[in-house]
């Protein structure tokens, strides 16, 4: 079984301050990861994906993420961030042996004030 | 072009009645999923679609809930006799079908039970 823990429910941060979304997962076999945003009102949206190669994957609207196997993480990072990026930030994993269905984590709501 | 689709976008049921939801994908996507998100429960996955098939519905959470894809596209999800811990937004999602591609999720229909 797998499973993914966001151990910030909330991240309140100024713009044009760095942020970091932390999300540690859980597996006993090869990991697929993920990381999606919701914006108010609005579905679920990819921001980036690991699947192989580059441990480092850059994503939409200037996020990035590092997967970490000896950490089991996959934190997700911005430099810079914007009031647009006022959001909820789901990391999600899949890999489950014949299993396609993604395991997310309970999410991170970002706020970002002026 | 067109996204995934969902109707109702809201649904308020009394408890004990069926209800059907139902889940538009993008045109020429063989995969389809359902997912739940309850308040601070994250996203729960429900069950997959390859095609009209359901390999995996190890996410249905009793047998009072079903779900059918018809002609490779449209998906309904019934739940019969609804209860009040129902009550939660129904995403959908779709994807090309090759492994770990991207899932596009619709807007969800957010389902009340009185």
């Known amino acids: 079984a797998q499973s993914v823990t966001q151990l910030d429910s909330q991240v309140p941060v100024f713009e044009e301050a760095p942020v970091e979304l932390r999300c540690n997962y859980s597996s006993s076999v090869s990991v697929y990861l993920f990381w999606y945003v919701q914006y108010p009102n609005q579905g679920l949206q990819l921001l980036l994906k690991?699947?192989?190669?580059?441990?480092l994957v850059k994503g939409i609207n200037g996020f990035e993420a590092e997967f970490n196997k000896s950490q089991t993480s996959f934190h997700l990072r911005k430099p810079s961030v914007h009031i647009s990026d006022t959001a909820e930030y789901f990391c999600?994993?899949?890999?489950?042996?014949?299993?396609?269905?993604?395991?997310f984590g309970s999410g991170t709501r970002l706020q970002v004030q002026p | 072009g067109a996204g995934v689709s969902q109707s109702p976008s809201n649904k308020v049921t009394e408890k004990g009645k069926d209800v059907e939801l139902r889940c538009d994908p993008i045109s020429g996507h063989t995969a389809l999923y359902w997912y739940r998100q309850s308040l601070g429960q994250g996203l729960e996955f429900l069950i997959y679609?390859?095609?009209?098939?359901?390999?995996?519905k190890s996410g249905l959470p009793s047998d009072r809930f079903s779900a059918e894809r018809t002609g490779g596209s449209v998906s309904t999800l019934t739940i019969q006799r609804t209860q009040q811990e129902d009550s939660a937004v129904y995403l959908c999602?779709?994807?090309?079908?090759?492994?770990?591609?991207?899932?596009?999720f619709g807007p969800g229909t957010r389902l009340t039970v009185t």
């Open positions: 999602a779709s994807s090309l079908g090759t492994a770990w591609d991207e899932q596009y």
């Open positions: 690991y699947l192989s190669g580059s441990t």
């Open positions: 679609f390859q095609g009209n098939s359901a390999p995996d």
């Open positions: 999600a994993v899949g890999g489950d042996t014949g299993r396609r269905a993604l395991t």
